[in-house]
């Protein structure tokens, strides 16, 4: 069983960066994708950025793209998230989600829910304005 364990979160002032950072437990190859969601007070949960792990191919939801840059760092087997010029409204629980491991390499990022099967337990991020 995969785990993945998020960590990073906290309470920033309007304008200011945080990185959130997830590692997941198992690997064996790389033929899979990871993504950030999160889920704000009364909402639902949204897409925010995926990443494929062998070829490092992105998806970024648009509120969030050329803000918050995702990359991973194979070496040392860790996501992350910079989140940049933090707004009130990116408050929210963020979920970092891994994929199954597919028969083919490198399988395209996706941004739907249901393509996640390994789920974090969140990080708060808390933006004031």
């Known amino acids: 069983q995969v785990q993945v364990v998020e960590s990073g979160g906290g309470l920033v002032q309007t304008g200011d960066s945080l990185r959130l950072s997830c590692t997941p437990s198992?690997?064996?190859?790389?033929?899979?994708?990871m993504a950030w969601f999160r889920q704000a007070p009364g909402k639902e949960r949204e897409f925010v950025a995926a990443i494929s792990w062998s070829h490092g191919k992105t998806l970024y939801a648009d509120s969030v793209k050329g803000r918050f840059p995702i990359s991973r760092d194979n070496t040392k087997n860790t996501m992350y998230l910079q989140m940049n010029n933090l707004q009130p409204e990116d408050t929210a629980i963020y979920y970092c989600a891994r994929s199954r491991d597919f028969a083919y390499t490198d399988p395209a990022p996706s941004r739907l829910q249901q393509s996640y099967h390994y789920w974090g337990q969140g990080t708060q991020v808390t933006v004031s304005s």
């Open positions: 198992k690997r064996t190859f790389d033929n899979y994708f």
